[in-house]
């Protein structure tokens, strides 16, 4: 996470997303690892939908990143997250992503470790990936509807 300033109490609450500190941008991120899961979209309706077969660089007990600082060396087409990007993927981001909320105007979830200070409140309130992803290098891309699913709260 980028070191700077200390975060703003409740700065999710009253901080545009374009006016947060890099630390408090990293912050929003509640480490559910849905945003790792492999997607298809369906160009001719624009529905996405979510499959259980993770990125290569998703660790599925953590629901991180294993190389964030260097992902897009691995993953050429992994997308950054950024105040400037968000309008333009954020009907794909995960129901629950802060990012997506916030962009739309609404609150965090309770369970957010924001809120609730505990960095395993995803994981407890079930909301993450923990535990049920494929990883990618086990499955062709031609067999991902074969592991679609419904995204979890």
């Given at each position: 996470m980028p070191q700077g300033p200390p975060m703003r109490p409740k700065f999710w609450e009253t901080i545009p997303l374009t006016k947060m500190t890099p630390q408090e941008w990293e912050a929003l991120c509640d480490g559910c690892g849905k945003c790792c899961l492999n997607k298809i979209e369906y160009e001719d309706t624009g529905e996405v939908e979510y499959t259980r077969v993770?990125?290569?660089l998703?660790?599925?007990e953590t629901c991180r990143c294993m190389q964030y600082p260097i992902r897009k060396?691995?993953?050429?087409?992994?997308?950054q997250l950024?105040?400037?990007?968000?309008?333009?993927?954020?009907?794909?981001m995960p129901r629950t992503c802060a990012y997506r909320l916030l962009h739309e105007g609404k609150n965090l979830p309770d369970w957010h470790p924001l809120i609730t200070g505990d960095p395993e409140?995803?994981?407890?309130?079930?909301?993450?990936v923990r535990g049920w992803t494929i990883p990618e290098f086990e499955v062709?891309?031609?067999?991902?509807?074969?592991?679609?699913?419904?995204?979890?709260?």
């Open positions: 993770a990125c290569r998703l660790d599925g060396q691995f993953v050429p087409d992994c997308v950024s105040p400037k990007t968000l309008p333009k993927i954020a009907y794909w409140s995803t994981h407890t309130a079930g909301a993450s062709s891309e031609d067999d991902w509807e074969d592991y679609t699913i419904e995204e979890t709260p």
